[in-house]
């Protein structure tokens, strides 16, 4: 699956979404609040994840993979190991 660079638009399942971090190893993300996707890119399996914090700090691990949000596990043991994409919703062009 071809993944266009990070700040790049990027359409999904008929939304468009902006990439903010991909990667098969751990990665942060810090973020005013939104709505956010994780994506598996090798099975192209999606989990969609509302954040209401003003500032968020979003850590995904692909290798249990899982979302935290400040710490707070979101997501644990989401789909298969692999490379994740954490994609953001564009209000602009959706």
């Known amino acids: 699956m071809l993944i266009h660079k990070i700040g790049k638009n990027f359409y999904h399942d008929g939304v468009n979404w902006t990439v903010v971090s991909i990667g098969n190893k751990k990665f942060e993300h810090e973020s005013p609040k939104g709505i956010f996707a994780l994506v598996n890119l090798d099975d192209m399996d999606c989990v969609v994840v509302f954040i209401r914090s003003k500032r968020v700090k979003i850590t995904v691990n692909p290798s ?14 989401y789909g298969s190991r692999g490379t994740y994409a954490l994609l953001k919703y564009d209000h602009i062009k959706n």
């Not at 249990?64 to 043991?77: C, F, H, N, Q, R």
């Open 64 to 77: 249990i993979p899982s979302l935290k949000a400040d710490g707070e596990e979101l997501i644990t043991e």
